[in-house]
């Protein structure tokens, strides 16, 4: 079964910065738009950012907007997801996802058809 792997995540202060990766041992999906997502406790899983499979596209959710950056490094087949200026409200779970089509510009959580087990981001005020 095809999966992929995150890391990075961690505890940190309000305002601080942490960068996760994502990572797909022996697969790649340098053709396929790559996506970050979060999940809360009690809460649904929300979008959070999504790369072109070509990577000159990008799209974030209005509240990560200015603070994130997703990049994406096709030769190391891994996607990344810079985070500043944290706040105690981004703190959940982060999955990493690929799109199921190939060639595409985005990712949704209706169209991703690979997903990580998830790496945990703590933000305390």
């Known amino acids: 079964q095809v999966q992929l792997v995150e890391s990075g995540g961690g505890s940190v202060q309000a305002g601080g910065s942490l960068r996760l990766s994502c990572a797909a041992p022996?697969?790649?999906?340098?053709?396929?738009?790559m996506g970050w997502f979060r999940q809360a406790p009690g809460k649904e899983r929300e979008f959070v950012a999504a790369?072109?499979?070509?990577?000159?596209?990008?799209y974030y959710a209005d509240s990560v907007k200015g603070r994130f950056t997703i990049s994406r490094d096709n030769v190391k087949n891994t996607v990344y997801l810079q985070m500043n200026s944290l706040k105690p409200e981004d703190t959940a779970l982060y999955y990493c996802a690929a799109d199921s089509r190939a060639l595409g510009v985005v990712v949704t959580i209706a169209t991703a058809g690979y997903w990580g087990q998830g790496t945990q981001v703590t933000v305390s005020s």
């Open positions: 022996g697969r790649t999906f340098s053709r396929n738009a």
């Open positions: 790369i072109s499979w070509l990577g000159d596209r990008t």
